[in-house]
């Protein structure tokens, strides 16, 4: 009897392991669609803001169709989406892949754009919490890196549709990492800690000679080697500051007798300020 158990079991296994495999599989509803198909699906689910339904489709095209024209834009696409997504290490990664699989695209240049525009977003959002945290804490490695990024653009196509905004694009950067310089300049100084608020402020000057930032980076200086008792490096900033700036917002017009407000070390005993230096360009 439980010999015929045994076989009996032993026959609905077996059958059931064939009826298993008399079912149909089940089948991407993808995998027999024209890349025409594929594409238009994918560029609408990214009209539709919905990214990462839109990569899924865009790498089942690149996968099914390897060696056909939309292959290429797939990749690009692909980058795009996870740009749009706000995922900015699979959006390089994406960028990187393509500019090494295909270094002569005739949309190459526009992949050198993006990866600085993903960077140049990464930055935005570091300079909107710039005044809310320590500046000594943090790198602003996006911002130099998008910068990077769109100088590369510019030197290796520079009739490029993106050439324009990216230059653009980089002053906005130069100016941001002034700024940058000087706001840890000023850290430094309200600190006491003098000659890193004199480096930080040299930083600005000597790399960023264009800058707004300039400007405040060299008032910096002048006081802050007053503090320090170098005087005649105080003087001679001081020369290069109002020839350059003889209308400055620093020079307020807030003291009283001869000697403009921020003259404070000719009230202070200190050594006096040449009477020799003008104030013209």
Not at 72 to 99: N, P, S
């Amino acid at each position: 009897m439980q010999k015929k158990l045994l076989v009996v079991l032993a026959t609905s296994a077996l059958l059931g392991l064939s009826g298993c495999g008399m079912l149909p599989k089940k089948t991407d509803a993808t995998q027999n669609q024209s890349a025409e198909k594929l594409y238009a699906e994918a560029r609408e689910e990214m009209a539709g803001g919905h990214y990462e339904a839109a990569i899924q489709l865009f790498r089942r095209l690149e996968a099914n169709y390897p060696f056909g024209t939309y292959a290429a834009q797939a990749q690009m696409e692909i980058a795009y989406a996870h740009y749009k997504a706000q995922d900015q290490a699979e959006a390089l990664a994406a960028v990187e892949r393509f500019i090494k699989l295909h270094p002569n695209h005739p949309q190459v240049d526009y992949m050198y754009y993006l990866r600085g525009l993903v960077n140049f977003n990464d930055q935005i959002g570091f300079m909107s919490v710039l005044y809310s945290q320590d500046p000594s804490e943090r790198d602003p490695r996006a911002t130099r890196e998008a910068f990077a990024a769109f100088k590369a653009l510019v030197d290796r196509f520079p009739n490029s549709k993106y050439a324009p905004d990216s230059i653009a694009r980089m002053n906005y950067l130069i100016n941001a990492m002034a700024a940058y310089e000087v706001h840890v300049a000023n850290y430094y100084y309200r600190r006491g800690a003098y000659l890193a608020a004199v480096n930080r402020a040299q930083n600005a000057v000597s790399d960023y000679s264009e800058s707004p930032s300039r400007e405040e980076a060299l008032f910096i200086m002048i006081r802050a080697y007053d503090k320090l008792g170098m005087f005649d490096l105080r003087d001679d900033t001081q020369r290069v500051f109002q020839l350059n700036y003889p209308d400055s917002r620093f020079m307020g017009g807030k003291g009283s007798g001869d000697a403009p407000w921020w003259k404070f070390w000719s009230k202070s005993g200190a050594k006096p300020a040449p009477k020799d230096v003008t104030a013209t360009r």
